[in-house]
C-alpha cells in the first residue's frame, strides 16, 4: 500500500483533485486485472462479490465484461 505521507496536500486542490483522479484510474485498472485473474480461476461472482465488499449484483454488472477486454 501507498504511505498517505506521500499524497499532496489536500490545502493545493489542483494538485490533490489531479491525485485523485490519478488514484481512481490505478484502482480500476487494479480491480478489473484482479476480477479478470480471479475469473481465470474459476472464482465465482459471489466470491469475487464478498472480496470486493459489495453485493454479487453489484460486482457483476460493473465488472461482467472485464474477461472479454485487456487493459492497456
Known amino acids: 500500500m501507498t504511505n498517505h505521507k506521500s499524497l499532496p496536500s ?3 486542490p489542483a494538485e490533490a483533485l489531479a491525485a485523485v483522479v490519478a488514484l481512481r484510474l490505478m ?8 476480477v479478470r485473474a480471479a475469473l481465470v480461476q474459476a472464482w465465482s ?3 469475487i462479490a464478498e472480496a470486493l465488499g459489495v453485493s454479487k449484483q453489484a460486482a457483476h454488472k460493473r465488472l ?3 474477461h472479454s477486454k485487456t487493459d492497456s
Open 10 to 12: 489536500p490545502n493545493d
Open 27 to 34: 484502482a480500476d485498472k487494479l480491480e478489473r486485472s484482479a
Open 45 to 47: 461472482w459471489s466470491q
Open 64 to 66: 461482467a465484461n472485464v
